[in-house]
């Protein structure tokens, strides 16, 4: 089976500029959550998506949206982009909302580096 | 807020050692702690953790969950050149969020 997929793997953009980055869950995962990943440290909660709903959604600004597709993939939209937004965007997909048990195992997709000169 | 703290920050040995790595956390609503490893970019799930004192075992790594201390440890023995990466600690909470620690990177040296 096809793990988490994320495109494009790798992005070059200017600052003031916005980007679009997509994923598509496991097959059977209704649930999409975003994580920024700055070098050094560990992935920072962006969005949690299930069923096109908001879960819930990290300390991030305004520019950052995103939203979940009736078949479950999702976008991440960042606009007026910062140097500070340079990043590995990764994308995770879980079975089920937080309802307890493994179904809220959550499995990351390979990222998406973007670089904001 | 949300708050979980990783060390060391980094270790280095050489392939047969055993290695600990430990997790503290401070967060509301916990649901589950999570250890993942992080070698080029994805991190891949390796245990999930929900109830104190039962350890969980893959093969030569081994975790266990601590809810009165709030920590974890990850073990890993015997230890191989391809287990060097970066070991993530995350702990869920009510909606699904994922909060992590800044990561462990371990080196093994033939």
């Known amino acids: 089976d096809a793990g988490v997929t994320q495109s494009p793997t790798h992005l070059i953009k200017t600052r003031g500029q916005h980007v679009t980055l997509r994923c598509s869950p496991i097959?059977?995962?209704?649930?999409v959550s975003w994580y920024q990943q700055v070098l050094g440290q560990g992935p920072q909660f962006i969005f949690q998506y299930y069923e096109k709903e908001e879960r819930g959604r990290g300390n991030f600004p305004d520019r950052f949206s995103a939203r979940q597709f009736p078949n479950y993939s999702s976008e991440l939209n960042v606009n007026a982009l910062l140097l500070g937004d340079s990043a590995l965007y990764l994308c995770a997909s879980s079975y089920s909302p937080p309802s307890g048990g493994a179904g809220e195992t959550q499995y990351f997709g390979p990222g998406t580096r973007l670089l904001v000169l | 807020e949300d708050k979980v703290v990783q060390s060391p920050l980094s270790l280095v040995v050489h392939e047969g050692d055993t290695v600990t790595l430990n997790c503290s956390y401070e967060?509301?609503?916990?649901?589950?702690l999570l250890w993942y490893k992080q070698e080029k970019k994805a991190p891949t799930f390796l245990f999930m953790l929900?109830?104190?004192?039962i350890e969980k075992k893959s093969g030569r790594l081994s975790s266990i969950l601590d809810k009165k201390e709030l920590s974890s440890i990850l073990n890993i023995t015997a230890t191989q050149t391809g287990d060097s990466a970066i070991y993530l600690c995350a702990v869920g909470t009510s909606y699904g969020k994922l909060t992590f620690g800044q990561g462990t990177i371990l080196t093994v040296h033939p």
């Open positions: 929900t109830s104190s004192g």
């Open positions: 967060v509301t609503n916990f649901r589950s």
């Open positions: 097959s059977g995962h209704k649930s």
